[in-house]
């Protein structure tokens, strides 16, 4: 979601807050701004639109303040205006802000009443004003924030500057990230490791509920109490995360690209490659084989490796899986059994609704389980054991490699299960951990077909709408390319079990319709030949992904036929997401939409 940065520095800050801004891209944003202490007044520069604009902005308006903040908005409360860009400010105080005040209406009217007059839409103004008010009552600024942050409800960060305090800056995180970072004469503060790493390798991840007040010579933290706690410095290494896009056109072309090499990277964290075993982390606070059922939640695409893993963990443990999307299992107050497994799926492990759902999981006296991409992420830090996907930095808004290393996460995980539980054999642990060892070489086929792909894409971007099947594990599949296509391309896509095409999605097949068919040479094989003839049968246009004997013995006419390699039902879903993924790639590069950041979606869902 939206990102911020904070510095009190020993230099002009503006251009290097925005440099630390451009690292935040990849969250989403539609506006942007940055304020600094000029004479210890407060001096604001905002833009509509990218990063761009914000930078012209300051060439012809710069800022020369030493202490500053800046953030990319991502609108929640107010249209992406210049107006309702952050920082939001008094004339005493300069805020920026990450998440929702759920109570910012009844904050509004009081201040309202107390004479204060908003500029914005937003529910982040409220904070300056609150702020503001307790000012100008005589408090200092600390106790200023100190008074407001219990009155605030929701889940946010905030970091502000304040007329006059020129070596001073104040933060606060409840539900929202936010991390401290230590310099030579200098902090800083960031939503994440990222935006710090040009600045330092050196920092404090606060914990929720914490605030902190900054010097340039140290830092103070308070819990939600308002006790001095001590949080540990860590060393960072998202230095190593400052990508670039080499030679691709997007990040999300390099990510696909790179999805043989992290998974590799994956796969050697859960395998033991010469003895072809999985091996988990030692101590593991669960037994397999007492489980009697495990729970996953999960949001987006996360969700869809979850339910790819319900398959998995179903057919080779013979542990019934409960799968929720993480916004519906949060309220369902589903009843739970104490001691069940619950694993919670997330690339930046700060998704709000699955935070939410692990908290109910522990309180229902669950052992908590994280497949992650960021170990210092909140899920991580709240869970009683992390399986981290080694993907890197996803920078680009529409999964990929974060998606196919959660699959390799979860098909380990689940064949440990099966080989804890007796239900396969040495030999059968040998053989899917083989195959597995496969996967990253059936990637780099995989991507050999990009040029096929590609030219596929321009016929698929001339249609206003598509379908997807598919049957077994190549049903959440479905679900995922539609999810790629619409996120991206913004054509509208559904993805159905092959199925249910008869009860109902078969009213919209007609000979304008493309129905993209996943269905690799497999048991069910047959099955979805069936639901591909019905579709035939009223004149749709069948785009098939399958392998060579899927290919032959479909005998249905298709307007393309993408043939991926022959390889272990384990390995298509993992394997089949990348032509899925460039498919939708392509369509959005042909029709010319913003494939890295597409409208209205942000990186890092951190609310509601």
């Given at each position: 979601?939206?990102?911020?940065?904070?510095?009190?520095?020993?230099?002009?800050?503006?251009?290097?807050?925005?440099?630390?801004?451009?690292?935040?891209?990849?969250?989403?944003?539609?506006?942007?701004?940055?304020?600094?202490?000029?004479?210890?007044?407060?001096?604001?520069?905002?833009?509509?639109?990218?990063?761009?604009?914000?930078?012209?902005?300051?060439?012809?308006?710069?800022?020369?303040?030493?202490?500053?903040?800046?953030?990319?908005?991502?609108?929640?409360?107010?249209?992406?205006?210049?107006?309702?860009?952050?920082?939001?400010?008094?004339?005493?105080?300069?805020?920026?802000?990450?998440?929702?005040?759920?109570?910012?209406?009844?904050?509004?009217?009081?201040?309202?009443?107390?004479?204060?007059?908003?500029?914005?839409?937003?529910?982040?103004?409220?904070?300056?004003?609150?702020?503001?008010?307790?000012?100008?009552?005589?408090?200092?600024?600390?106790?200023?924030?100190?008074?407001?942050?219990?009155?605030?409800?929701?889940?946010?960060?905030?970091?502000?500057?304040?007329?006059?305090?020129?070596?001073?800056?104040?933060?606060?995180?409840?539900?929202?990230?936010?991390?401290?970072?230590?310099?030579?004469?200098?902090?800083?503060?960031?939503?994440?490791?990222?935006?710090?790493?040009?600045?330092?390798?050196?920092?404090?991840?606060?914990?929720?509920?914490?605030?902190?007040?900054?010097?340039?010579?140290?830092?103070?933290?308070?819990?939600?109490?308002?006790?001095?706690?001590?949080?540990?410095?860590?060393?960072?290494?998202?230095?190593?995360?400052?990508?670039?896009?080499?030679?691709?056109?997007?990040?999300?072309?390099?990510?696909?690209?790179?999805?043989?090499?992290?998974?590799?990277?994956?796969?050697?964290?859960?395998?033991?490659?010469?003895?072809?075993?999985?091996?988990?982390?030692?101590?593991?606070?669960?037994?397999?084989?007492?489980?009697?059922?495990?729970?996953?939640?999960?949001?987006?695409?996360?969700?869809?490796?979850?339910?790819?893993?319900?398959?998995?963990?179903?057919?080779?443990?013979?542990?019934?899986?409960?799968?929720?999307?993480?916004?519906?299992?949060?309220?369902?107050?589903?009843?739970?059994?104490?001691?069940?497994?619950?694993?919670?799926?997330?690339?930046?492990?700060?998704?709000?609704?699955?935070?939410?759902?692990?908290?109910?999981?522990?309180?229902?006296?669950?052992?908590?389980?994280?497949?992650?991409?960021?170990?210092?992420?909140?899920?991580?830090?709240?869970?009683?054991?992390?399986?981290?996907?080694?993907?890197?930095?996803?920078?680009?808004?529409?999964?990929?490699?974060?998606?196919t290393c959660q699959l390799t996460v979860l098909a380990c995980l689940a064949v440990a299960a099966g080989r804890a539980r007796g239900v396969l054999t040495e030999t059968d642990e040998k053989r899917l951990v083989h195959a597995l060892t496969e996967t990253p070489r059936y990637m780099a086929e995989a991507l050999r077909l990009e040029?096929?792909?590609?030219?596929?894409?321009?016929?698929?971007?001339?249609?206003?709408?598509?379908?997807?099947?598919?049957?077994?594990?190549?049903?959440?599949?479905?679900?995922?390319?539609?999810?790629?296509?619409?996120?991206?391309?913004?054509?509208?896509?559904?993805?159905?079990?092959?199925?249910?095409?008869?009860?109902?999605?078969?009213?919209?097949?007609?000979?304008?319709?493309?129905?993209?068919?996943?269905?690799?040479?497999?048991?069910?094989?047959?099955?979805?030949?069936?639901?591909?003839?019905?579709?035939?049968?009223?004149?749709?246009?069948?785009?098939?992904?399958?392998?060579?004997?899927?290919?032959?013995?479909?005998?249905?006419?298709?307007?393309?036929?993408?043939?991926?390699?022959?390889?272990?039902?384990?390995?298509?879903?993992?394997?089949?997401?990348?032509?899925?993924?460039?498919?939708?790639?392509?369509?959005?590069?042909?029709?010319?939409?913003?494939?890295?950041?597409?409208?209205?979606?942000?990186?890092?869902?951190?609310?509601?």
């Amino acid at each position: 979601m939206c990102g911020i940065v904070g510095i009190v520095g020993r230099e002009a800050v503006a251009s290097r807050l925005v440099g630390s801004l451009k690292r935040l891209e990849y969250r989403g944003y539609d506006s942007a701004g940055v304020a600094a202490l000029d004479g210890g007044e407060i001096r604001r520069v905002r833009a509509e639109g990218r990063l761009a604009a914000l930078a012209d902005k300051l060439e012809t308006s710069p800022l020369s303040g030493k202490t500053g903040i800046g953030h990319t908005r991502w609108a929640t409360h107010g249209a992406p205006t210049e107006a309702n860009a952050h920082p939001h400010a008094t004339e005493r105080v300069a805020v920026v802000h990450n998440g929702i005040i759920e109570n910012f209406r009844e904050l509004r009217e009081e201040m309202i009443a107390a004479g204060a007059r908003f500029q914005s839409e937003t529910d982040t103004e409220v904070v300056a004003h609150l702020v503001d008010h307790e000012l100008a009552k005589g408090y200092d600024p600390v106790t200023a924030v100190e008074r407001v942050l219990p009155r605030l409800t929701g889940a946010f960060s905030l970091a502000m500057i304040f007329k006059g305090h020129d070596d001073l800056l104040v933060g606060a995180r409840r539900g929202s990230p936010l991390a401290v970072g230590h310099g030579a004469g200098e902090m800083f503060l960031g939503s994440d490791a990222i935006a710090l790493a040009p600045f330092t390798s050196r920092v404090t991840y606060l914990e929720d509920g914490d605030w902190t007040v900054l010097t340039r010579e140290g830092v103070t933290i308070r819990d939600e109490y308002g006790a001095t706690v001590h949080r540990p410095i860590q060393i960072s290494q998202a230095s190593a995360l400052l990508v670039e896009k080499g030679n691709h056109r997007h990040f999300m072309a390099k990510e696909i690209h790179e999805q043989p090499e992290v998974i590799g990277h994956t796969l050697a964290r859960y395998i033991d490659f010469a003895n072809e075993t999985t091996k988990m982390p030692e101590g593991l606070p669960f037994d397999w084989t007492k489980l009697t059922r495990v729970v996953i939640s999960a949001c987006g695409t996360a969700y869809l490796s979850g339910l790819v893993a319900k398959y998995w963990f179903e057919r080779f443990a013979r542990l019934p899986v409960d799968i929720d999307i993480a916004s519906e299992f949060r309220y369902r107050e589903a009843p739970l059994d104490p001691g069940g497994l619950a694993i919670m799926i997330s690339q930046s492990g700060e998704t709000a609704d699955t935070l939410a759902a692990l908290r109910y999981c522990k309180a229902q006296g669950q052992t908590v389980a994280a497949v992650v991409n960021v170990p210092e992420s909140t899920i991580a830090r709240e869970s009683d054991v992390i399986f981290p996907t080694l993907a890197g930095p996803e920078i680009g808004v529409a999964s990929t490699k974060a998606f196919t290393c959660q699959l390799t996460v979860l098909a380990c995980l689940a064949v440990a299960a099966g080989r804890a539980r007796g239900v396969l054999t040495e030999t059968d642990e040998k053989r899917l951990v083989h195959a597995l060892t496969e996967t990253p070489r059936y990637m780099a086929e995989a991507l050999r077909l990009e040029p096929q792909i590609e030219t596929l894409a321009k016929t698929l971007g001339k249609t206003p709408h598509a379908l997807y099947l598919g049957r077994g594990t190549s049903y959440p599949l479905a679900l995922e390319g539609a999810l790629k296509l619409k996120e991206i391309s913004y054509i509208h896509a559904e993805g159905y079990a092959a199925g249910e095409l008869k009860h109902g999605p078969i009213a919209l097949i007609d000979e304008t319709m493309p129905v993209i068919v996943i269905a690799p040479y497999d048991r069910i094989f047959d099955k979805t030949v069936s639901n591909m003839q019905e579709v035939a049968a009223r004149g749709g246009r069948i785009i098939l992904f399958s392998d060579a004997k899927g290919a032959e013995e479909a005998a249905i006419g298709t307007v393309e036929t993408v043939v991926l390699p022959d390889m272990p039902a384990t390995l298509t879903p993992l394997v089949y997401a990348i032509p899925i993924q460039l498919l939708a790639y392509h369509t959005a590069v042909f029709i010319g939409t913003d494939v890295d950041q597409p409208r209205n979606l942000a990186k890092s869902v951190t609310v509601e």
